[in-house]
């Protein structure tokens, strides 16, 4: 079954959301104010949800499922340690802002082809 401009949008969206809500985890590593400003049950709420729905969606390709899997049990691990230590070494440092670099650039291409899908709808 072809997927729709529609369905190709939902998919687009739900991938920005999810690097969205995993960069908003990885900056809560180093800044209280992020710590602060959003709960984290709400925030791993939000992040569980979406995971799951484009798990469910990826269920058709599972080499993109399980990529995606990978990458985000990678960086919650990334995250949870820094958090459960409350300092990070200099290479933790470094990974974390390596994963986050590579959200923000994930977020802004995927942010613009769902910009591209809306326009078209």
Do not use: W
């Not at 469910?56 to 990978?70: D, E, G, M």
């Not at 974390?96 to 591209?116: C, F, Y």
Request: hydrophobic share 45%; with cysteine; glycine share 2%.
């Amino acid at each position: 079954m072809a997927a729709s401009t529609k369905d190709q949008t939902d998919i687009t969206a739900a991938l920005v959301r999810l690097y969205v809500f995993l960069a908003q985890y990885l900056d809560r590593c180093f800044d209280d104010a992020a710590r602060k400003s959003y709960p984290d049950a709400e925030l791993h709420a939000h992040l569980s949800e979406t995971r799951n729905q484009l798990m469910s969606i990826l269920a058709v390709n599972p080499v993109v499922k399980n990529k995606l899997a990978q990458e985000c049990d990678r960086i919650l691990a990334l995250g949870a340690s820094c958090l459960k230590g409350g300092t990070t070494d200099a290479k933790t440092r470094e990974a974390i802002q390596a994963e986050r670099a590579i959200l923000k650039n994930k977020t802004i291409a995927l942010s613009d082809l769902v910009a591209v899908f809306r326009a078209l709808e």
